[in-house]
């Protein structure tokens, strides 16, 4: 099973740098996507549902802003848009998608760089998923969520680690916060199975020479559950070509999607 995930940074921007042909040649399972930047009537029928996959959405509230969504080939056995929570959901940035004991989550988690408030939205989000991370892990199925997390974790995951520890992104209350989720209830960074390597970055900056001199960071993750782990095949960055200021992470699991439930199979 190939699973993608990527920031967009505005879908009818990275279509017209050429994602459509990018999604074509890799042939994934799952396309996880994050902030859109639209509401589905401006789609076009092939962002809708380009080739092979049913395109699954949910929109801010806000025009051109926020956003997820998932491309997958198979119909999955359901659909949930968001998580309950009126702020959270209005802004778009939970997409779940669920087949037999698999459940595939796109999560966008709030960015705090703009302001002092926004920060305190992200920290708040943090505090509200942390006992529902905990809670799935229990609940027996196996999960795997992609998206952009907005947080580099130890310092071999951003460039200039030294200069960013009081910049949103790479706080110590944020970076402890992935601790917590990876060392005490359990989720794995899978794509560190793979790779231990440093300067493996997903964003880069439009300031400067970012992309140039590769200051980047890593903050696109998928996070699976313990049962998971073994399953990790492979973990690639593509920075090939651009469709956004983050690049795609397109990881490779020995798995494959549970068999159709009798209801998808029926007439």
């Known amino acids: ?44 029928a092939e962002m809708v549902a380009p080739g092979p996959y049913q395109g699954f959405f ?21 659909v949930v848009e968001g998580l309950g929570w009126p702020d959270f959901d209005a802004e778009g940035r939970w997409l779940q998608v669920d087949y037999g004991r698999l459940s595939v989550v796109s999560l966008y988690l709030p960015s705090g760089s703009s302001s002092e408030a926004r920060q305190q939205v992200k920290f708040d ?18 999960w795997v969520i992609c998206g952009d997390i907005n947080i580099a974790h130890h310092n071999i995951d ?5 200069g960013n520890q009081k910049n949103s992104g790479f706080l ?22 793979v790779n231990q390597e440093p300067d493996q970055y997903t964003w880069w900056s439009n300031r400067g ?15 699976v559950s313990p049962g998971l782990r073994d399953a990790v095949r492979t973990a690639r960055i593509h920075k090939d070509e651009r469709f956004s200021d983050h690049a795609p992470l397109i990881m ?3 798995l494959s999607l549970p068999a159709p439930t009798p209801d998808e199979t029926s007439d």
């Open 58 to 78: 949910h929109d801010a509230l806000k025009p051109g802003y926020s956003g997820v969504g998932i491309y997958t080939r198979r119909t999955p056995d359901r």
């Open 158 to 162: 951003i460039k200039n680690w030294r």
């Open 125 to 142: 989000v943090m505090a509200r998923l942390t006992p529902l991370l905990r809670q799935m892990l229990a609940d027996g199925r196996e």
């Open 252 to 254: 490779e699991y020995d």
């Open 209 to 223: 020479q970012a992309w140039a001199k590769n200051v980047g960071w890593r903050i696109d993750y998928q996070l």
């Open 1 to 44: 099973m190939k699973i993608i995930t990527l920031n967009l940074n505005g879908i009818r921007s990275a279509w017209r740098k050429g994602l459509a042909d990018f999604l074509d040649r890799e042939q994934a399972d799952l396309i996880c996507l994050q902030e859109t930047k639209a509401q589905r009537p401006q789609l076009t």
């Open 172 to 193: 110590p209350e944020e970076r402890a916060w992935l601790d917590l989720l990876f060392d005490d209830i359990g989720w794995v960074d899978a794509f560190r199975v």
